[in-house]
């Protein structure tokens, strides 16, 4: 089975490759910050508060993720 290159990185992740934790970051990052601002009405201490909380929780969960 054969998987896309975000998934490869997930994998890697998975692994404690610390450059593939960082690429993840990068790649969602300003998404993840765009809908807690939106979420926050703006407030931007809170969305960055917000967007950190998400992170590391997907850090704590990365091992649940199952590719298709």
Not at 25 to 33: G, S
Not at 44 to 68: C, H, N
Request: with cysteine.
């Amino acid at each position: 089975m054969s998987v896309g290159p975000e998934t490869a990185l997930i994998c890697e992740a998975q692994r404690g490759s610390e450059p593939a934790w960082r690429r993840l970051f990068e790649l969602h990052f300003d998404a993840v910050y765009r809908f807690c601002l939106t979420l926050t009405a703006g407030r931007r201490e809170l969305a960055e508060e917000t967007v950190q909380q998400a992170f590391v929780a997907a850090a704590q969960r990365i091992g649940t993720y199952k590719p298709r």
